[in-house]
């Protein structure tokens, strides 16, 4: 079971979004949408989707977040070929962070954000991957440009089937900011591959809930578990979701909540929604009381 999943926010394009993806990628396909009534953003759709046999999920809930390049998803392309169609389809529409061109790190390499705003980083991988096609990237910039190292290593140290495989460090005169040390970090988290770095130029964009990661929990202790270790901002705590003392947002969930969501009736997913709209942290007795109509 994939423990963490990507999840996107969007204004009205996330089903939109999604399907666009699916149509780029291999071994992608729709896996569920359903429509959350009555939240504090209206009437949200909420989208299942899977790209190169990865989960992911995105929600159309209003225009309050905006996705920008501190969180992007990185390619591992095989080819020329693929890294030339794929830079084609997701430009197409969008705009150029880095252009489409051969690099000191790898021979052909883009970074383009989406006609949808999503940021993309595509690469030719020569050698063997371990099957992992898409791997989200942590950009650290603004008030935490500096602590990609500290960020990773926190993380690793919470979740189980972690570690760091890699951190590259930015050499004299490299990076137009001092606080930059990081040039490229490769690290696992629950068996899932990440990377980071420590963004070298002055930016304007920063984490935010656009781009959050959604951990699926067994119980109500892993809940409390995840909770505790990762939220440090009091005032974004809400249905679920935390910020991390770097700013990145997250939601702990459990594990069966897209069963109740995509797949349960009108008037038990109309009782779960106006339960956990009550929550900061999920209770998950609470939640089972909701859903069967106990009171």
């Given at each position: 079971?994939?423990?963490?999943?990507?999840?996107?926010?969007?204004?009205?394009?996330?089903?939109?979004?999604?399907?666009?993806?699916?149509?780029?990628?291999?071994?992608?396909?729709?896996?569920?949408?359903?429509?959350?009534?009555?939240?504090?953003?209206?009437?949200?759709?909420?989208?299942?989707?899977?790209?190169?046999?990865?989960?992911?999920?995105?929600?159309?809930?209003?225009?309050?977040?905006?996705?920008?390049?501190?969180?992007?998803?990185?390619?591992?392309?095989?080819?020329?070929?693929?890294?030339?169609?794929?830079?084609?389809?997701?430009?197409?529409?969008?705009?150029?962070?880095?252009?489409?061109?051969?690099?000191?790190?790898?021979?052909?390499?883009?970074?383009?954000?989406?006609?949808?705003?999503?940021?993309?980083?595509?690469?030719?991988?020569?050698?063997?991957?371990?099957?992992?096609?898409?791997?989200?990237?942590?950009?650290?910039?603004?008030?935490?440009?500096?602590?990609?190292?500290?960020?990773?290593?926190y993380y690793t140290s919470?979740?189980?089937?972690?570690?760091?495989?890699?951190?590259?460090?930015?050499?004299?005169?490299?990076?137009?900011?001092?606080?930059?040390?990081?040039?490229?970090?490769?690290?696992?988290?629950?068996?899932?591959?990440?990377?980071?770095?420590?963004?070298?130029?002055?930016?304007?964009?920063?984490?935010?809930?656009?781009?959050?990661?959604?951990?699926?929990?067994?119980n109500q202790s892993e809940?409390?578990?995840?909770?505790?270790?990762?939220?440090?901002?009091?005032?974004?705590?809400?249905?679920?979701?935390?910020?991390?003392?770097?700013?990145?947002?997250?939601?702990?969930?459990?594990?069966?909540?897209?069963?109740?969501?995509?797949?349960?009736?009108?008037?038990?997913?109309?009782?779960?929604?106006?339960?956990?709209?009550?929550?900061?942290?999920?209770?998950?007795?609470?939640?089972?009381?909701?859903?069967?109509?106990?009171?």
């Amino acid at each position: 079971m994939q423990k963490i999943i990507p999840h996107l926010w969007y204004d009205k394009e996330g089903k939109e979004a999604a399907l666009f993806y699916i149509s780029i990628f291999d071994n992608s396909k729709l896996l569920d949408t359903t429509v959350i009534e009555g939240t504090p953003s209206g009437d949200a759709e909420m989208v299942s989707f899977q790209l190169s046999g990865q989960l992911f999920s995105a929600i159309s809930a209003g225009p309050y977040f905006k996705l920008n390049p501190s969180i992007s998803l990185m390619v591992a392309c095989s080819t020329v070929e693929e890294v030339n169609s794929k830079w084609e389809a997701l430009s197409n529409g969008g705009s150029e962070l880095m252009p489409l061109g051969e690099y000191p790190f790898s021979k052909r390499y883009a970074w383009i954000q989406d006609r949808y705003g999503l940021s993309w980083q595509l690469m030719l991988v020569e050698e063997e991957t371990n099957g992992q096609k898409i791997t989200p990237n942590f950009l650290f910039t603004g008030s935490v440009c500096g602590k990609a190292e500290e960020a990773i290593t926190y993380y690793t140290s919470i979740f189980t089937d972690s570690e760091i495989n890699l951190i590259s460090y930015y050499g004299e005169g490299e990076a137009q900011l001092s606080t930059a040390k990081v040039n490229y970090a490769g690290f696992k988290l629950s068996g899932m591959n990440f990377s980071a770095m420590d963004n070298g130029f002055d930016a304007d964009f920063t984490f935010n809930e656009s781009f959050s990661l959604m951990v699926k929990c067994e119980n109500q202790s892993e809940i409390d578990y995840y909770w505790d270790k990762l939220s440090a901002v009091p005032e974004a705590e809400q249905c679920g979701w935390l910020k991390d003392k770097f700013g990145v947002s997250w939601q702990i969930v459990p594990v069966n909540l897209d069963d109740i969501m995509y797949h349960g009736s009108k008037e038990e997913v109309q009782r779960v929604t106006e339960a956990f709209l009550k929550m900061k942290k999920f209770d998950l007795k609470v939640l089972d009381q909701a859903r069967s109509g106990v009171k």
